[in-house]
C-alpha cells in the first residue's frame, strides 16, 4: 500500500508568496493530521480532520495559515502571506479512527520562505 | 500536563555499542498510547513501534527493544550492536485524548550518532 504522500518535497517561495502544500493520507483512514517541525519548536500539531471535518484547529498560528480537507483522499495547506518564519518541514499523517492505532506521517514537504 | 520528556538531547557512540534512549512521560490519563518513531538524515518520520497503557510487556525486533515501565512513566528504547545506519533522531510520543481532541505529543527527540 502507499503511504501518505505529500507535495511539493521541497519549495522555495519568496515572503508574501502563497503557499498550497498538499496530502494524499493513505487509502481507508479516517484522521488526517498536519504538523510542523522546526529547530525551536520541534513537532507541533496544526490542525486535524476526522472524516475530512476539522476538529481542531487550535495549534494553526495565525490566519495566514489555513487547512482543507475537500474529500477523503486529499487535503491542503495553506499559507497566505508566506512569511520568513513560516520556513519548516510541514508534514502531514494519518490513522485509522481508533485513537490507539499508529499515525503515519509522510515524508514531509520542506518550505524555505525568502 | 500531557507531556513527554527525552533528556538526552544528543548521543554519540562507537559502531557495535548498545544504546539507550530514554523516554519519560506525564498523563492523567487511564489510556494511552506510546510510541517511537525514527527520523533518518532524510527527514522522512518512520513509525518504529506502539505500545497501550495496559500492556507493560517488553518488546524485542531484531536489535530494537523497548522496556516499558508504568512505575516510572518511562518508556525507554534499546539498541544492541548499533550500526551506522542507525544514525537518525529518535522521538518518543504520547497519544491522548486533550479537551476532547486527539494529540499526539512528542518528545524533543535525541539525534544519535553511530561512528565507525
Known amino acids: 500500500d502507499a503511504g501518505v504522500i505529500q507535495s511539493p518535497r521541497h519549495e522555495v517561495t519568496e515572503m508574501g508568496q502563497e503557499v498550497t502544500l498538499r496530502c494524499k493520507p493513505i487509502?481507508?483512514?479516517?484522521?488526517l493530521f498536519w504538523y510542523r517541525q522546526t529547530m525551536m519548536r520541534g513537532l507541533e500539531l496544526l490542525i486535524y480532520f476526522n472524516n475530512n471535518v476539522p476538529i481542531d484547529d487550535s495549534g494553526m498560528p495565525e490566519d495566514r495559515f489555513s487547512a482543507k480537507m475537500p474529500n477523503a483522499s486529499f487535503s491542503t495547506l495553506k499559507i497566505q502571506p508566506s512569511e520568513p518564519r513560516d520556513s519548516a518541514v510541514y508534514f502531514c499523517?494519518?490513522?485509522?479512527?481508533?485513537?490507539?492505532?499508529?499515525?503515519?506521517f509522510g515524508e514531509g514537504s520542506w518550505l524555505t520562505v525568502v | 500536563a500531557q507531556k513527554v520528556t527525552q533528556a538526552q538531547t544528543e548521543i554519540s557512540v562507537v559502531e557495535k555499542e548498545d544504546v539507550t534512549l530514554d523516554c519519560v512521560y506525564e498523563?492523567?490519563?487511564?489510556?494511552?498510547?506510546l510510541f517511537w518513531y525514527k527520523q533518518p538524515p532524510s527527514g522522512e518520520l518512520v513509525f518504529l513501534i506502539r505500545r497501550n497503557s495496559f500492556d507493560e510487556q517488553n518488546e524485542i525486533s531484531g536489535r530494537y527493544s523497548w522496556n516499558f515501565q508504568k512505575s516510572t512513566s518511562s518508556f525507554n528504547f534499546t539498541i544492541t550492536a548499533s550500526q551506522v545506519v542507525d544514525s537518525a533522531v529518535y522521538f518518543c510520543?504520547?497519544?491522548?485524548?486533550?479537551?476532547?481532541?486527539?494529540?499526539?505529543?512528542f518528545g524533543q527527540g535525541t539525534r544519535l550518532t553511530i561512528n565507525p
Open positions: 487509502s481507508g483512514h479516517d484522521y
Open positions: 499523517a494519518s490513522s485509522l479512527r481508533f485513537r490507539g492505532n499508529t499515525i503515519y
Open positions: 498523563t492523567r490519563d487511564t489510556t494511552y498510547y
Open positions: 510520543a504520547l497519544r491522548v485524548i486533550i479537551q476532547g481532541a486527539q494529540k499526539l505529543v
